[in-house]
């Protein structure tokens, strides 16, 4: 079972991820660690406009930064 994250509250005012019903909106650590197993970058790295794009990898993350 999870603990409950200590930073939610600070992190929920700063979590630009909009896939609905993410388990881990707002509990960075476990976003990072769930997206970097997956070859992944959370959706807070992109640029809204790809973000909304759900496509979290890395070549999405470099074609949105014109990388």
Request: net charge positive; proline share 6%; glycine share 2%.
């Amino acid at each position: 079972m999870k603990e409950s994250c200590p930073n939610k509250d600070i992190n929920l005012s700063r979590c630009t991820c909009s896939y609905p019903g993410c388990a881990n909106h707002a509990v960075c650590c476990d976003c990072l660690h769930m997206h970097l197993a997956q070859k992944q970058l959370p959706g807070c790295c992109f640029p809204a406009d790809a973000e909304k794009t759900y496509d979290r990898s890395f070549r999405a993350f470099a074609k949105a930064w014109n990388l």
